[in-house]
Each structure stands twice: as structure tokens, then as C-alpha cells.
């Protein structure tokens, strides 16, 4: 199974931040590479997929980049509704794997 | 407007077993392959089965296999995730989501909790 980890696991920032998560591969997943958003009580939103295109209706304001085992989502000008748990998942092989998640709080 | 809708979640003791139905809509459901994926209580996001887009090809998590059976009614627009013998680690919000294309889940249902406990 392909194992993916994120870091760091938590971090506060403040209205305004831009905020950088990242996410590594146990191995090469080419580009095959999702950011998701998930709020409290909430279901997952999709936010990036290939790695770097952005889900249909997601603000440009979330980027990612990335390619084989590291990859990195950035929140440009961070708004009071970005503050959630993101996660990275792989789709190169199954099972699908996450990673265990980001929470971004508000300092 | 893309919907998946679950229901048939709720209280099983261990060893029973529970029927999750997902409700489609908005979209061609015969066209697309379809996951379910759970969270657990406090815990992340992870995978558990997917079906193609006939229902012809199936694929599970090492830790439900044998136990979950996925499924769909192309006609009822509906998918499935039939739960046996289940277990208290199988305590979980479980989601219905849509595959974009190639294991791009694009688009989640609300979540259904499933609690097993005595």
C-alpha cells in the first residue's frame, strides 16, 4: 500500500497567513494526487486533483503542486472559512490512501 | 445539481449486519464508478470498496473484505454497501462519493454514521 503522510499534522495561522501543507508519497504517484477540505460535521470537499488543477468552483486562492512522492497544497490570504482539516489522498493504486490530515486553526 | 444522498445507517450489536443505500442524482449514475469511504469517530478519511461503473468489477479495503459487499442498481440509480458481520472497529461515518474519473473522488454524500456496539 501506498503510504502517504502529511505535516504538519496542526498549525495555527492568522487571517490574512498563507499557509503551506505538504504531502509525501511512499513512492512515485506520478501526479495522481487530491486535496480535500473537511470541516467540522461536515462531508470532504474536493479541492485539487492531478495535483495542480483546481476542482470546479474552488477559489484560486488554493494551489498544489507537485510530482512523484512530494507535493504541497498552499491557502493564499487565509479567510475565517478556511480554517478546517485538509487531507491529501493518493488514486495511482489501490487501496486509495489519505493522508492523516492537516488541521488549520486560528491563531 | 450533482446529489448522493446515504441512508440506512444507525445501533448494531457485533456480528450484525447493516444495508447502506446511496441515492444519486444530477448526474448519468450508469456512467460513473463509485467508492465508499468512512471516517471514524475524531479519526481520518479511509477508503473501504469501489465499484465500476456496470458492477461488474469490485475492489475492498484488506480490513472489510469478505465481510462488505458493494453493489448498484443502475435502473434505481442507487448504490450499496451491504455490511456483515460486523465489528465495533466498523463504527464509522460512512461516505458515498462519486469517481470523476481514474479514483478522482469528486463529489461526497452528507455521511451516514453506522455505531456497532453491545
Known amino acids: 500500500d501506498v503510504q502517504m503522510t502529511q505535516s504538519p499534522s496542526s498549525l495555527s495561522a492568522s487571517v490574512g497567513d498563507r499557509v503551506t501543507i505538504t504531502c509525501r508519497a511512499s513512492q512515485d504517484i506520478s501526479y495522481h494526487l487530491a486535496w480535500f477540505q473537511q470541516k467540522p460535521g461536515k462531508a470532504p470537499k474536493s479541492l485539487i486533483y492531478?495535483?495542480?488543477s483546481l476542482q470546479s468552483g474552488v477559489p484560486p486562492k488554493f494551489s498544489g503542486s507537485g510530482s512523484g512522492t512530494d507535493f504541497t497544497l498552499t491557502i493564499n490570504s487565509l479567510q475565517p472559512e478556511d480554517f478546517a482539516t485538509y487531507y491529501c489522498q493518493q488514486y495511482t493504486s489501490y487501496p486509495l490512501t489519505f493522508g492523516g490530515g492537516t488541521k488549520v486553526e486560528i491563531k | 445539481e450533482v446529489q448522493v444522498v446515504e441512508s440506512g445507517g444507525g445501533l448494531v450489536q457485533p456480528g450484525g449486519s447493516l444495508r447502506l443505500s446511496c441515492a444519486a442524482s444530477?448526474?448519468?449514475?450508469?456512467?460513473?464508478?463509485m467508492h465508499w469511504v468512512r471516517q471514524a469517530p475524531g479519526k481520518g478519511l479511509v477508503w473501504v470498496s469501489r465499484i465500476d461503473n456496470d458492477g461488474t468489477s469490485t475492489s475492498y479495503a484488506d480490513s472489510v473484505r469478505g465481510r462488505f459487499t458493494i453493489s448498484r442498481d443502475n435502473a434505481k440509480n442507487t448504490l450499496y454497501l451491504q455490511m456483515n458481520s460486523l465489528r465495533v472497529e466498523d463504527t464509522a461515518v460512512y461516505y458515498c462519493?462519486?469517481?470523476?474519473?481514474?479514483?478522482?473522488?469528486?463529489?461526497w454524500g452528507q455521511g451516514n454514521l453506522v455505531t456497532v456496539s453491545s
Open positions: 462519493v462519486r469517481d470523476g474519473s481514474v479514483a478522482r473522488l469528486d463529489y
Open positions: 492531478s495535483a495542480s
Open positions: 444530477g448526474f448519468t449514475f450508469s456512467s460513473y464508478w
